[in-house]
């Protein structure tokens, strides 16, 4: 793969906007990798939303769906 550098912007769909075209086949598939300024990325979880999230992991512990934690471990040695 050759890396090719293009600035682009984020519309309201969260589609990547090119401001520069590509010149390669219309067609092609490629894979994309975006850097984000820190200062552009979006603030902490709010409280309400680590609360929800808090509430969905009670939820699953209760019905059974939750993995013990001396579990989480078993074979991660094994290659």
């Known amino acids: 793969?050759?890396?090719?550098?293009?600035?682009?912007?984020?519309?309201?769909?969260?589609?990547?906007?090119?401001?520069?075209?590509?010149n390669i086949g219309?067609?092609?598939?490629v894979r994309v990798i975006v850097l984000v300024d820190e200062d552009e990325l979006p603030a902490d979880e709010s409280d309400e939303s680590i609360a929800a999230g808090l509430q969905r992991s009670l939820q699953e512990f209760r019905e059974g769906q939750a993995i013990p934690l001396a579990n989480l471990w078993d074979g991660i040695d094994v290659e």
């Open 26 to 29: 219309k067609h092609d598939r």
């Open 1 to 22: 793969m050759q890396p090719i550098e293009r600035t682009a912007s984020i519309d309201e769909q969260g589609q990547i906007q090119l401001d520069q075209p590509l």
